[in-house]
C-alpha cells in the first residue's frame, strides 16, 4: 500500500510522506467525528420518528459498509497538508509575514489556527500572488463556512461560470479574468440548502 499511497500523493501534488499523510488522516479522523456513530444518538425519540418518517436510515454503520466520513476524513487531510504556513505565504508573495497577517485579520485571505500557526489554504493563491478577485469572493463569504467548504466550493466546477462552453470552478474563472462579483454571488449561498 505504501508505494501505492506515495503514487497518488505524487500525481494529487502533495509533498507530504506515507507516514505524514497517515497521521494527518488519523488526526482529522479523531476530530471529525467519534468512533462507530449512531446516528439515532444524536436526536429525540419524536425526532428519530420524525426522520425515519421520511426515510432517512438512522441504524448505526454496518459491518462491510463504506465509512460516509471516510471522504471527509480524507479531504480534511488534502486541505491541512497543503495549506501554506504564514512564512510559506510570506515568501511566496514576497511580502514580509507581519502583511499575512494582516490580511487574515482584515479577511483579505483566509486560513485557520492549529498547534503550529495559521495555516492558509492554498487554492488562494497562485504560483507568486494572491488568486485575483479573492478579496471580493472572500468578503461574500457566510462567516460560519468551513474551510474545508469554501475549498470544495473553489474547486468545484458551477455552471454559471462557464469557459470554452464548460462549467469552470470558481478558482479558475477568477484565474482567466473572470468577474469576482459573479463568484462572490454564488459564495453568499454557501451553507445554504438547494
Request: proline share 8%; net charge negative; no cysteine.
Amino acid at each position: 500500500m505504501s508505494v501505492a499511497l506515495e503514487n497518488v500523493l505524487a500525481k494529487a501534488g502533495l509533498r507530504v510522506s506515507t507516514s505524514q499523510f497517515l497521521a494527518l488522516v488519523e488526526e482529522a479522523a479523531r476530530r471529525l467525528s467519534p468512533p462507530n456513530p449512531e446516528p439515532a444518538h444524536y436526536f429525540s425519540t419524536e425526532q428519530q420518528q420524525a426522520l425515519s418518517d421520511v426515510g432517512l436510515d438512522l441504524a448505526p454503520h454496518r459491518q462491510g459498509e463504506t465509512d460516509y466520513r471516510a471522504r471527509s476524513v480524507a479531504e480534511h487531510a488534502v486541505l491541512a497538508d497543503s495549506a501554506l504556513t504564514v512564512l510559506e505565504a510570506s515568501r511566496r508573495l514576497g511580502v514580509d509575514d507581519s502583511r499575512i497577517r494582516h490580511r487574515l485579520t482584515k479577511g483579505r485571505l483566509t486560513g485557520w489556527k492549529d498547534q503550529g500557526g495559521w495555516r492558509l489554504p492554498a487554492w488562494q493563491f497562485t504560483a507568486t500572488s494572491v488568486l485575483p478577485g479573492v478579496e471580493t469572493v472572500l468578503k461574500a463569504v457566510p462567516a460560519d463556512s468551513p474551510a474545508l467548504v469554501v475549498a470544495a466550493f473553489m474547486g468545484t466546477p458551477q455552471p454559471d461560470l462557464v469557459i470554452n462552453d464548460k462549467p469552470a470552478t470558481p478558482r479558475q474563472w477568477l484565474l482567466a479574468g473572470g468577474d469576482p462579483e459573479l463568484v462572490a454571488t454564488l459564495a453568499t449561498t454557501l451553507g445554504t440548502p438547494a
